[in-house]
């Protein structure tokens, strides 16, 4: 308490000193300055010295760096904005916040005579895999936000010149990314607000504050304090989609895709990667059958007749030897929608995140089994698999475990069963042997699988291979 009322005083004089005939609006953000301080201290509320002179006069726009504010509050969380904006409100102060400081527009970023919240101390990027969702405090410049994302693999749609910040979010935002994905603020997924009262909430598109979500895509700074950005990672949604759409969509032989959510961990981090495989056997691109893909930044096609070298030689030959590699195979029917196709993102993002240090490859892929393939194969007596006409996604999730690791923990296992029944096969549809997991009864999805018993049964009456050879259960 007693160096609080120590910085008060200091801090009382000071203003007193410079502000020699108080007119009504110094004396409001005077006062507002003077509760702040003895709330949050000195190094956070300044109202002199090198760090208040650097934000004051550091805004892009001239205009806009040459106000004295009474004080200027450099917050580093949330609930330093909500005490400053409580006094604010409390004293009737006029005020201003500052992110990246590139409003051309005059007073919109600092004042004179009020108090200024300035972002500078809080610049936090980060990306969770589990949720796939970007964070972003407000004062992080976009050049900066791509430097810590694009390692990671991740995009949001952001400002098109580094130095701009986050207040282009509340203005909408237009991105080079916005053509396929909107507006910047389209990505939001929920938004931390400082209202005028200095109350702390959450607004998302769903929840009792969407009225203020939606209003914080173009409201600018009118509706509150943002005081952190949630986002999605645009493109790995967009991906999903067009995988789903792909599957229920294309009826053409010509047509090759494969979609693979690569998770690179090393010492458990992990470094996203998005694979859209994409052939066409033939000279120009059908509309309509890649569209999608081809409009999501970063995916790229290969449009060709090809010979079949050709495809089989653009994948990495696949000859890493030395960890534990575990399989696992579920199945979409081209009736899932696409949120069936986005819960298997989610759950393959968490148990990457929850093994990551057991983990060095996550694989999450798709591969389209559609009808030309079914009707290809039944044209050639077809096969016991014997999957329906109408075409399905095979459903590839595999892993690698750190080199050198001999065993599987309990936990892994437990966690492996555990993701396979979250991702489960559509009724119907069968799982594919060549990338299941060995505890899956696959020849049970088969739809021949009686007449597979009764030959099983005729070939092996003594059932010897099942007791004496390891191989899929299910006979
Ligand atoms: C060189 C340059 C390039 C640009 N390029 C683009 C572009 O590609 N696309 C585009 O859409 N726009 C662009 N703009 C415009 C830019 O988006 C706007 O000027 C935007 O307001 C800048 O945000 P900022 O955080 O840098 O600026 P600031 O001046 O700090 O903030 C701008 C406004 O938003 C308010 N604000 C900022 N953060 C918050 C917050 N957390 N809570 C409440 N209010 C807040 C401020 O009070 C101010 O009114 C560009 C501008 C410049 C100068
Ligand atoms: C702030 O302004 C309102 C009216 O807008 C007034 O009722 C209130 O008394 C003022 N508060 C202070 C501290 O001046
Ligand atoms: C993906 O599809 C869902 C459901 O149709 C839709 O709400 C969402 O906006 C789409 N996302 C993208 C990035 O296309
Ligand atoms: C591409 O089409 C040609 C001509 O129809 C065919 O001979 C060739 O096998 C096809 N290649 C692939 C990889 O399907
Ligand atoms: C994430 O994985 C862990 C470990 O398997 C599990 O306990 C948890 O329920 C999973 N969470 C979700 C949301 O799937
Ligand atoms: C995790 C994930 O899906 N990341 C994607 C984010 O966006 C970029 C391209 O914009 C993709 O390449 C990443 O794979």
Redesign the pocket.
Known sequence: MFSFSLLFLAFASIRISRAKLPTASTQ?SVAACAEISSTLGSVIVQSLGVEYTLAASGAWDLFNAQSQPTCIVFPRNSGHVQAAMTSIF???SSYAVQAGGHSAMEGWNTVQNGVLIHFSHMTDVSYNPSTDTITLQPGVHWGNVYNVLEPQGVAPVGGRQGDVGTGLLLGGGLSFLSPAYGFASDSYKALHVVLVTGQLVTATATNQYADLFRALKGGGNRFGIVTRYEFGNASSEAVLNATSHYVRDVQDPKAVLLVSFVHLIVAGLITPITMVNLYYNGTTFPTGIFDEFLAIPGATGLLTPLSYLDIATSLPPGNDRGSIQLFGASAFSVSEPVSVYQNAFARFTNYSNVFRNELSLNVLAFTPVLNPQIQAGRLRDGTIIDPPLGGYAAVQLSRTLVAGMSSISPGLDVGTQLLLQQVPPSPGIPLFLNECDKKQNVFQTYGAYSELKQTYNKYDPTRFNVHHTDGPIGL
Do not use: G, L, R, T
């Open positions: 409001a409390k004293f009737n």
